[in-house]
């Protein structure tokens, strides 16, 4: 199982949080998914990522000052710790919007 299985998923659990959200938006790579607020010219705008490698990296980065990044070796454990940085995000984006 990989992330690229996954991203039907990712992709139901990202509209289920940011339904209300429209400027906030997905991508896909081969080994990477970012969501990301698209809403100001922001040149490092707030976003969470996982990105697949030997290990799950999910990095959160709230677009001023703050930052976690997990490692994570299960795919499960670490899209759970995917869906934690999405909501913080939705918080996040909502709060100072």
């Known amino acids: 199982m990989n992330l690229?299985?996954?991203h039907k998923q990712i992709e139901n659990l990202f509209k289920s949080i940011f339904a209300n959200l429209p400027f906030v938006k997905i991508s896909y790579e081969s080994n990477l998914v970012s969501v990301i607020d698209t809403s100001k010219d922001n040149s490092d705008p707030p976003r969470v990522d996982i990105i697949e490698g030997d290990i799950y990296i999910i990095d959160f980065w709230d677009g001023?000052?703050?930052g976690d990044r997990i490692k994570e070796k299960n795919i499960e454990k670490s899209l759970k710790h995917f869906k934690k940085f999405l909501k913080k995000l939705h918080k996040q984006i909502v709060r100072f919007s």
């Open 64 to 66: 001023y000052s703050a």
């Open 4 to 6: 690229k299985d996954k």
